[in-house]
C-alpha cells in the first residue's frame, strides 16, 4: 500500500506563492498517474491538477496559468508550485494516487486578501 506525505502548506497573502510536495512510499511512483485534489470548507473536493507517468500535465481551468505540477521519479515526490494565489485557493490540500485511491491526510493552504 501505498503511503503519501504533503507538506507545504501555510498562510499566505493573495498574489503570493507556496510550493507543496508529496513523499510517496513504494516503487509504483514512477509507473502511477498522481494528482492534487483541494477541499475548500463548505465545498466538495475538486481535482487541482494531475500528472501522468510520463510527466504530462492536467490543470483546473481555474488554475491554468498559476499552479505547476511536477514530479521527481528518483525522489519519489510529485510538487505543487503555485503563484498568484487567490483568497478562493484557500482549502486542505491532497496528494492522491487515483488509481489506487490513496489519499494523504491533506495539507492547508490558506490565502489572505
Same mark, same amino acid.
Given at each position: 500500500?501505498? &503511503?503519501?506525505? =504533503?507538506?507545504?502548506? *501555510?498562510? #499566505?497573502? %493573495?498574489?503570493?506563492?507556496? /510550493?507543496? /510536495?508529496?513523499? %510517496?512510499? *513504494?516503487?509504483? +511512483? @514512477?509507473? =502511477?498517474?498522481?494528482?492534487?485534489? !483541494? &477541499?475548500?470548507? *463548505?465545498? &466538495?473536493? =475538486?481535482?487541482?491538477?494531475?500528472?501522468? @507517468?510520463?510527466? !504530462?500535465?492536467?490543470y483546473a481551468d481555474s #488554475?491554468?496559468?498559476? +499552479?505547476?505540477? @511536477?514530479?521527481?521519479?528518483?525522489?519519489?515526490?510529485?510538487?505543487?508550485?503555485?503563484?498568484?494565489?487567490?483568497? =478562493?485557493d484557500t482549502a486542505v490540500?491532497?496528494? #492522491? #494516487?487515483? +488509481?489506487?485511491?490513496?489519499?494523504? !491526510?491533506?495539507? &492547508?493552504?490558506?490565502?489572505?486578501?
Amino acid at each position: 500500500q501505498v &503511503q503519501l506525505v =504533503e507538506s507545504g502548506g *501555510g498562510l #499566505v497573502q %493573495a498574489g503570493g506563492s507556496l /510550493s507543496l /510536495s508529496c513523499a %510517496a512510499s *513504494g516503487k509504483i +511512483f @514512477s509507473i =502511477e498517474d498522481m494528482a492534487w485534489y !483541494r &477541499q475548500a470548507p *463548505g465545498k &466538495q473536493r =475538486e481535482l487541482v491538477a494531475s500528472i501522468t @507517468s510520463g510527466g !504530462r500535465p492536467n490543470y483546473a481551468d481555474s #488554475v491554468k496559468g498559476r +499552479f505547476t505540477i @511536477s514530479k521527481d521519479n528518483a525522489k519519489n515526490t510529485v510538487y505543487l508550485q503555485m503563484n498568484s494565489l487567490k483568497p =478562493e485557493d484557500t482549502a486542505v490540500y491532497y496528494c #492522491v #494516487v487515483p +488509481f489506487l485511491a490513496s489519499w494523504g !491526510r491533506g495539507t &492547508q493552504v490558506t490565502v489572505s486578501s
